[in-house]
């Protein structure tokens, strides 16, 4: 079973549930290996974001093997999980293939810090920068893009204009496919050509991404540690003075 993570399918559509698909599988003795894509640990409802299938949840309905990335909305370094009944994954272990996509000893020491992150219980959203950056309340983003505008404005020539918006952000993450989150976005506008300053931002070290919409350059804060403002700061203003040709 693949839950859609990253996508829903909408319409006049239907899908089996779990606890169906363990039964029947249970009947014709068959393993039930459940995709759950990002994969979440902590319970999302409980820091204020919209419900999604947990990996505790589909071990206990019986399925035999639930996989997720390491990475996404958990955190960690670029790599997928498999957890599940022994049986079950003592077969994948010996699978030939096993011994090619098997993760390096900087990926487990890296995933076990992140993990290391669930096991401590309290205060997750201040000490994991995923679901930090998920739950900030729009009047925190809205400050950080205060002292972005802030800095530009003061050094800023006749051709731009610096101002700020309320829009939306999404997750990504491989979660919360169709919902929004309330966020705010500094906006760039000048008399000449909007599409170079943009793609000065995504050349420059960092690359600095936003988009356009209606000859306007938009930076979603929800996307900015409070760490980075400097840097931001810095690569607009350099860009700005060092358009491409």
């Not at 800023?156 to 929004?180: C, H, N, R, W, Y």
């Not at 599409?195 to 209606?214: H, M």
């Not at 540690?225 to 700005?240: F, M, V």
Request: charged share 25%; proline share 4%.
């Amino acid at each position: 079973m693949v839950h859609t993570s990253n996508y829903r399918v909408q319409g006049f559509t239907a899908q089996i549930g779990l606890d169906d698909a363990v039964r029947v599988a249970r009947e014709k003795n068959l393993f039930v290996l459940h995709d759950l894509g990002g994969g979440i640990l902590p319970d999302f409802a409980s820091i204020g974001l919209p419900k999604e299938p947990l990996v505790d949840a589909s071990i206990k309905a019986g399925a035999d093997v639930v996989t997720f990335s390491g990475d996404k909305v958990i955190g960690g370094p670029q790599c997928g999980i498999l957890v599940g009944k022994q049986d079950a994954i003592s077969k994948i272990r010996k699978n030939p293939l096993m011994r090619a996509l098997r993760c390096d000893k900087i990926t487990y020491s890296l995933l076990a810090s992140t993990l290391q992150l669930f096991l401590q219980g309290t205060d997750m959203t201040n000490r994991h920068l995923v679901l930090k950056q998920f739950t900030a309340s729009k009047e925190d983003v809205n400050d950080r893009a205060e002292k972005v505008v802030s800095a530009l404005r003061a050094n800023a020539t006749t051709d731009m204009v610096f101002s700020i918006e309320p829009t939306t952000a999404q997750a990504g993450s491989g979660t919360l496919p169709l919902e929004k989150l309330p966020s705010v976005a500094v906006v760039i506008q000048s008399k000449h050509n909007i599409n170079r300053l943009a793609k000065n931002l995504r050349t420059a070290d960092p690359s600095v991404v936003g988009y356009l919409k209606k000859d306007k350059l938009y930076l979603d804060m929800r996307s900015c540690l409070d760490a980075d403002i400097p840097d931001l700061i810095n690569i607009i203003q350099t860009s700005i003075k060092n358009p491409a040709e």
